[in-house]
């Protein structure tokens, strides 16, 4: 991650994070009133990992941005702030702006806008005659500014800076000016607009669409949702696409690698006793089950490998798939240079296979074929005995990276 400075509206200095490459489609995070761009931090991964450059903005009185001395919080002194960012940028972003902020994003992407950025997402943008919802950006920024223990996130100048009703007014037609691709996400819960009046909004945009997600906390783009995320990155791949990268025979290995990353996997250390007793075992993911009846597994064993000719000739093997706490384990079995039963709680199984003590499942087997593939060789075994604990959580690999089993 890298920390930036940008101007902003009278030289104003303005700070963000930057995630990703250079090369990727870029995204701005503008957050709302009285937070700092670290409530976006979970998102920001999330979109990086979703191939986006992200870009989180604290906005100016807010988190590292300079806190001006002439204690200009104007909303118009915001929204060119926005502006100025956008211009310095060298590249048009999706402006992705929560309630306040989205009412800052909103005014600066009005008309012109195609110049500045590519899209817009507006998460939890007050609208609508309700003036609840007003009143309660200007609580937000008065909690955010009240002391508390450490520093306040947000200039204590800030809380009286705005009338926030009369934004909302002055905002309430914004929608129709709008141009850009457009995303409303809006939270059930949220008490910053009713359903009616956020769909009211969306069919006032010339090219909107809303999401409404329940089950949210009221402000949800806080704790960087998951929810949040996937409507986010559904709506970037589809609106403003980025070019996906192609494999084609004979063209470079690590694209191939990364194409088949895309199968998430569990991760196992496949055993055996070598000819002279000693065991021997490799981290393999290449796991996939073959038949019932007979039960059958498979591994795809690289020649290259060192266990390769052991395990070719092994009558016997073993394959432990990993729980969530044995990722030391899988780096240690795909590691050089260790011993790497002596750290590794193991025994022998009924069939004379190694079992490692604590794994999700093993499964010890009998070998019963061995079929050549390519640089690898593909090692059928039948099950004699599986052994399982239904309570843990696997040890999950996806493109190149440990994962962990994750529902919303
Ligand atoms: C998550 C993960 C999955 C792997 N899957 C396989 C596999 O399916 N087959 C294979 O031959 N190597 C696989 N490897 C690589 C081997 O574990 C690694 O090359 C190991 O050092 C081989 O050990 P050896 O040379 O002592 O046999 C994997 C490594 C990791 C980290």
Redesign the pocket.
Known sequence: MTTVQYRGFAGVRLEADIIGSENDPAVLLLHGAGQTRAVWARLADALEQAGRRVISLDLRGHGGSEWPADGRYDFDAMVEDLRAVLAQLGTRPVVVASTFGGWIASAALARDAALLASGLVLVDLPVGGDSGAALRIGEWLHDAVSPGPGQPACDPRLADAFDTAALAERLADVAGTITLPTLYIHGLTSDLASRADAASFVNRLPDGELVEVEDTAPRFADDGSDTLGAYLIDFLERRVPRESPAYRAGSDARTFRDALGCFATG?TVVTAIDPDGVP?G??????TSVSLDPPLLL????N?????AILRGADHFAVNVLQIGQQPT??R????GEDRFAATPWEIGEFGTPVLVGSLGSFECARDAVHEGGD?FILVGRVLKAIFEPRRDPLL?FRGK?RKLHFV
């Open positions: 991760v021997i490799l981290t393999a993911n290449s796991f591994v795809c064993i690289a290259s490998s060192g266990s390769a899988s780096n079995f795909a590691g050089k690898h690999y440990y």
